[in-house]
């Protein structure tokens, strides 16, 4: 069975492997006090086109979420997110276990707006309510949708106006950077972000996630509240080992590119077959939506979640390809298409 | 220059990132439901001697423990601790991040007594005071020491008495296992304790500590908690391959044997030139007392710390041998010796 | 100015003061361990017809909702409330801040829906997200309106088949059970709920909920729990002369009809001016639609919130009766309206 | 039984309740936005000689101490407190429930020193343990000592040397600032402290406690903060017409003189009989060792807690005088001695 169910199936680029191999008798620092963190965060500063930031590795995504907001805000804060964020839904109340509350903005195909941000922060009077001081986005977005340019400029400035921090989740960053709908570089980013973290997991390491704090006032005392939540790992070179392997070139947003490449073979196989989409095609992961027979017999030979029922007789379901996927995955897609609406 | 400094300096036994490799373009379940997870935790129920425990891989000991001790818990009990317990002086506070007050009981020699837990339980007797509920060990402690199957019977008898969960520390259980003092099986300590981690990272893992619990009412829901606490490692199989490497066959325990009979050759040389020990020797941990200008030169071409400062011309410092210690480094020390107390 | 701001504008109900002054200077037992506390627990398992409760007095409503939750709950465990419910918007996360996410159903005017909550259930599948655990519901609600004893058991029955704890906020239970539509006794409601206040705060009293609680596996230890929220007063024994006051005849119960009577008087004069209600007029919140011009005219008398803007020149307003609202206020708004509409 | 248990067993100064039942019609704002509340911080600023200070009133000493420690302090951040202080041993890990350690220092007769303090601060060294950030100290202390201007001067040193938060739990602070062995004013200590409290339940009060917010950058949004931890009451008035009351005059003072010179009258009966202490008496807590017999009996006639054993035939007990404490009861304690002692 083809797996398409995500993009954390597989171990580790080559290249990766091979350094940790290589790094493999090396004595060195703990606690991420390494020379090899010490190059990653040389060659990520490069990549963010900024020296003034602080970067610190950590070893998962809901882990990264949590140690951020619980770090950056008092305790009447609250964290505005998209009713798809990942904090909302997907970390069994990671967030509210350090104490806030994340209060729900609606969002377009899994993006928050300007306007929708305001309302919450107009919404929020007085000391009977929580008080929003952060919004939270992702990019690519949990429904693979990407921001433009323009519109995280705007939810920068909806931020900057109302005294709010702005914290980007880049889970899936390497794909939003590198997809055809994308107009932001990385440098762009850090500047319109007060915090932002380059996923590691998704995009070919071991595990790991490169937190970068742009934001002056939040750097002091960092590494406390990452070794509080039991985030700062003894072997911190083994994530800085996989950030130097990522980053000495190109082959971060290389990874990126080769799974939304792959998805958009398979996206275009699905058009020409007719099918549509729940949202439409963008980065590496794709909601297509087949009639409930068609899902049965795809489940036969692949792998993938259902994210939707659409109506009686259809569904959407989700396809995610990854840096690891293969031309013959896409192929063995082809072919059964190519089958089933013959 | 040689780091005795700890156990975590090196990456992983080659077995480890052998099986890493090979694994690597396998398409894994998530989260730790792959079947290499499966085939790790089948390994070690053999090996604590057990089919009826649960057993859920970790990143790291911190969050082990906080992850423990918050989910086993209700919000007024308290963990008793030794003075020297890493949850209560090397941890940022994470337990009481989680809500829990840490009571410390004075430790001999890293070790805590039955009774020093019952004073510390009869202290507490009403509602203004926090209610113990769980005792916290180590073994090896921090300070080298290990438990002996009567110790640990009775600290089992008094936490069974007074109703309160024992959980064991286990980020050095290898060292502490294959030691000439310990009488102690793994299948003891799984009999005499709620639930116990025997760690990886320390005992040539990349990352990874495997959880054990033993008592049935504390299974209920545990993958909810870790998830919570960002615990939860999207490609989990990056560790269960790493304990399945590491519990196939003995390699666990022999591993920890090497760091123990390197430790015995290096306390050997240290009582041949005439120096004491703040503890006696015993695992992978020497605390060796020495003079300050031996310890000053001793620095220019060794890593380690100073543990404590003994009297005005006397420290004890900690050197601590792994599974990656070789015999050059022992023979380098050897030499330092004989050229210093020439 | 004629408040109809809240039912907490006034002191306490003269029976009240009497008491308080007439045991002023006895030596009572510290921590509600005094006589007067043990006499109202008395008289209130009394009221609800059992004898097997457990009876706490706590200060006021969002302190006595987040020590229930946060006491009953494990960390993973979330709540389900109303999207309208006290704890959800107006208590600044106070929920949250223990730990707990709150989870929001759609109400219908302020009431939760057996089929609501088992949506919510129905929709928390997996570790990946929180638990559900308990289902927290006020009557009479935030919008006024109350439960009928078939919406209430069929609440119960969706909780038990879930093994969800329900827990009811009475702050104004006084009101909801005195009211025209309300067919629950006391004693169907603590034996339909596991755990339930009834307001001393909003019913005459100068600050005081009576907490009970039914379920067995509840009572352990919540003394512990009281105290740790800072929430058990070295002064029990005031609200304990209180609630003694309260219940040692049918007072409670007056108090609350009498609130109930006054808005009734209102919403009589209400209708025959010719205004539609936000909310059918049921307890002693009212929420009439007015013109903006008559909303404006009306503050120059009265105090009142202005509850939701209904069209372009329409309000909803919340207009509140008490236990002290005289006849007198009654009467001026009278007067206010044969002006304003004539 | 006459009680010498605490200073919190009777109910109020009579003024307060007069006060109380006259304004039981007023029609108050709520959470203590009323006239009442204002006047009352008008008071109380003329009393600590300052204008730019921000007042609260909370209910409790607990729940005052829960919302100080848990506003001010970031997670990483811990509390330094003696031994004996009120939020280590008698909160059931209030502070600990907040996520805060408390870390304790050896106090002399209940007073920590800045000896201490800086020896707390210089063992935290690194971002594997906490970090000092709020020393908290009690005036009197739970011993009944109090604080010179010199030694209250050196805390306040070696806090601002360290860039520490200074927090006075006065509880008992009208005892302590009219004791004969007190050089402090109120205004003093507002000087030299960054928060302190000034407690209404230990003299007079039905409950409540005055929290002054001296230092500028603590102020901010606090009212959410208190609203979150349920310490924001519906009825603030019902606190702010009683600390109207306790300082439209010295009455305030006056109370806690009279609890001081009771106490002076019963340590000169105690002297008398030559008896020793425990504690050198200052303030309404005495702490007389007595032999066991003498205790057994006393106990038949009088309520009071055995504060220590002191060796076989001997213990300390406590006596705590109050606001209330009449010239009868201390008659009838000397009359016990007489008899005892003949």
Redesign the interface.
Known sequence: M??F??D?????H?RI?AM??Q????????YGQDAHSQRAKEYLKQAVGRENVDIHFL?????????VI??FL???H?VISAETGHIN??????I???????VVAPGEQGKLTPEAIQTVIDYHTD?????PKMVYISNSTELGTVYTKAELTAIHEVCKKNGLLLFLDGARLASALTCKANDLTLSDKARLVDVIYLGG??NGA??GEALVICKEELKE?F?????????????GF?IGIQFEALFQDDLYFRLGKHANDMAEKIAAILKDYGYSFYVPPCTNQLFPILPGETVDKLAQEF?FYIQKKIDDRHYAIRLVTSW?TTQESVDRLRQFFAGACS
Chains 1, 2, 3, 4 share one sequence.
């Not at 839904?89 to 990671?94: L, N, R």
């Not at 000391?127 to 008080?131: A, D, F, G, S």
């Open positions: 083809i797996s169910l995500n954390y199936s597989e171990g580790a080559p492997l940790l191999a790094a493999n008798w090396e004595q060195n620092e703990g070893a998962g995504g809901t882990q990264t979420n949590l140690v619980s770090s008092r305790p009447h609250c839904v997907h970390e069994t109340g990671a509210e276990a350090t104490g806030h509350k994340v000391e009977h309510m929580v008080l997991t998704k071991l595990l005392d590494r406390y509240l990452i070794k509080q939540r039991g985030a700062l790992m003894a072997k083994v792998k690891a």
